[in-house]
Structures are given as C-alpha cells and as structure tokens.
C-alpha cells in the first residue's frame, strides 16, 4: 500500500473553499478503507432519501470502467438511495473481478442503506488494471451509513476523500428557486490528469433538494455539460472513469414541473449551468504542475461547432501548452493549432490575440505587434488566447492549463 503522495497546492487554488450548507435528504461521511493510500480517506458514502432521483453522463471511452457500466444500467431504476465513490483504484480494464467487485460493493451498501442493489451507485478513481478488493467495503460502508452528516464539515471532508493527484479539494454552491419555492444545489469534483472532454473528465457529483423527475433532470445535466465539463482539457487524455452525476431529492417541494424546457425552470438551469462551469474551472486550475489557467476563445467560425474544435486543437497543443508555460508569446504555434485542427480556416483572414494585445491579423504578424506588451500578457497567472477567423458566427470558448516540467514528475511516478 503507497502513501498518498501530496504534490504542491497549485498556485491557482482558490484563496478560501466555500462552505457548503446542508441539502435536505442527503447525508455523508467518509472512512479509510485502505483501497490503495495509507493514512487518508479513501471512501465517500453519501445517504439519499427515499424517491430521490438520479441523472448521469459518463465517459465516452471504449474502455469504461465496471462503475461506468453499473452506474449507466443503474439509471433506469426507480431511483437512488446511496452513492459510493473510492479513490485509489479506478477499477477500470479489471475484466470480470471488475464486475463483480462492483456487485459485491453494490451489495454491501445495499444493505447499509437497507435498500436494493439497483438504487446504489458506484464511482471509482485512481489506477487503472489492478483488481479492486470490495470486501473492504464490510463494516466500512455500514458504519458510514450510521453516522452520516450534513454541515459544511461534511461536505469539505467528501470532495477530500475523493481525491487523487489533486491538490486541492473542489466545492461549489448555488441557492435558486423554481415557481417561488428555494431551492439548493451543492457540487463537488476530482481532477487533475487524464482531463478531456468526452464527457465528464473526471469525478463530478452535484446534489439538489429539487423535486424533478428524472428525464428533466438527464437533460438540464446534458446541456449543461456541453458548455462546463465539456469544455475543460488538461492533457488531452480522456479518463475510463469520467462520471458526472445530478441527484435531486425533492425534499423541497417545489411545485412539480414535467420537462425540462419549462420558464419555472430557468433560474434552476442558470445555477445548475453556473455551477458546472465552476466546478469545471477549478479542475483547469489544478491540471497536473499547472501555473497558468488559460482560456481560449475562437470566434468568426462557420459553426459553434467547428469554433470548438478548433479551440480544443489549440488547449490541446502541447506546444502552445509549453510556450504559455515558459511565458513565451509563440503566435505561430496557435497559428499551427488552427491549421491543423481540419475544420475550415482562412490564413489570410485570421486574427489572434494574447489577452487584449493583437499579434496577428490577415495571415502576418500585426503591424502594432509589441514583443513587451504580448510578454506582459503570458506572464500573468490567467492568459487568454483569442483567435478570430473571419469565417461567419459560429463561437466556442474552452479551458486549460499550461504545461509545466512538474506534470512529467506526477505522471512518470504516478504507480510508484
């Protein structure tokens, strides 16, 4: 068994974490199963009240993990009692053990929260390829579901124990209302490496005292996605584990509302959409020896959807990551993230910015450009690249981070 390794807080981490307040039928607590790390919380148990609702969107992977699996048949039960997330161990390409750690984790929680397998869901994080021993979940999980929690304390010690190479836990709150009636939504995630959209690079569980049902709730989480976690990359590599879950306990009463295109709904959508961003940027802000968080935009595309591929290409690149990292104002590299990315691109038309400073315009370096006033720009801790290519509307924005000499140290040791 390894220590849990505690590389420096990235210097993008923010200054305090808010304090979650309680969501009304959700309670957590934490253990130290021993699951891989010695010496901290390895285990998440969060209790859900009876009728609670569950929406999820997982990995795109081939190669999903058996928590992926559970969780995607789980959904079209009736509803979800508990949820269980272990870091650690991913128990991703672990093949029929695999599966069936998942039942047995399944079961044992189960019968903690005196419910049916069908109503737990599973989460797993860590490396991928070694068998995951559920049977440490005896005991562990009953004992959780005894002395479950709700305060601020709770909330801080869950997004902890589902932690990995991160260096900094990762929360977010909203408090909205739907048809006058308050409503609270708390978001917690995990990520750091292997973080690329394909949808949810990473651990992400984010709970409502809503009362929706469940298609509502699957389809303001798939729009939501689409402009948060979806737009998020650290390396380019997507996880086999990426979950992202939305479970609404209704305990608010709220009056009821049957599709998720409804205006009462609007001020949920907005928090919940906020709230996604959040918690997406916070893991930009913690990518692997990250010093930089960087925001790209692409604007004049011929579609919303190209300006997004165009804009992964360029958040993808290790060589603009590097210059970004090395406070090197490199437009030829953003110009090479362009033209490489396939999609529809005009040299003579494009334009680039570093912050609000214009290196490029119509195919050649800006006749203002100002080596000083582009280098002040890559020195600062948030840098945003800009590319306009005077094509027609179509607009995206992404984030990332830079990369640095320390994310080769994380990953080339990360087993030892």
Known sequence: MSSAKSPPVSPLAPQSQPDLPPIRGVGLAT?????????????????????????????????????????????????????????????????????????????????????????????????????????????????????????????????????????????????????????????????????????????????????????????????????????????????????LMLFATGAAGNAAVSAADDPRLSDFRAALDELLVELAQLVAKDGEGARKFVTVRVTGATSDASAHRIAMSIANSPLVKTAIAGEDANWGRVVMAVGKAGEPADRDRLAIWFGDVRVAREGARDPDYSEAAASAVMRESDVTVRVDLGLGDGAARVWTCDLTKLYIEINGDYRS
């Open 31 to 243: 253990a130290q199963a021993g699951i891989r790390y010695s010496g901290r919380t390895d285990v998440l148990y969060v209790a859900l009240a009876e009728g609670t609702q569950a929406a999820g969107v997982f990995t795109r992977s081939k190669c999903p993990s058996a928590p992926v699996d559970w969780c995607r048949e789980a959904l079209g039960s009736a509803g979800a009692r508990a949820l269980v997330v272990n870091s650690g161990n991913a128990n991703a390409f672990t093949g029929l053990r695999g599966r069936e750690a998942v039942a047995l984790t399944a079961e044992i929680a189960a019968e903690a929260a005196a419910c049916r397998p069908q109503d737990i869901f599973i989460a797993s994080t860590g490396v991928i390829g070694e068998p995951l021993d559920a049977s440490k979940f005896r005991g562990v999980l009953a004992d959780c579901a005894g002395r479950t929690e709700d305060g601020a304390a709770a909330w801080a010690a869950a997004a902890q124990a589902i932690m990995t190479t991160d260096t900094f836990p990762k929360l977010a709150t909203r408090r909205t209302a739907i048809d006058g009636t308050t409503v609270t939504l708390n978001g917690i995630a995990k990520g750091a490496g292997m973080i690329a959209p394909d949808m949810a690079t990473m651990l992400s569980f984010v709970f409502t005292d809503a009362a929706l049902p469940q298609d509502v709730l699957q389809a303001l989480l798939a729009a939501g996605t689409a402009t948060s976690f979806n737009c998020v990359t650290v390396d380019g590599d997507t996880s086999t584990s990426d979950t």
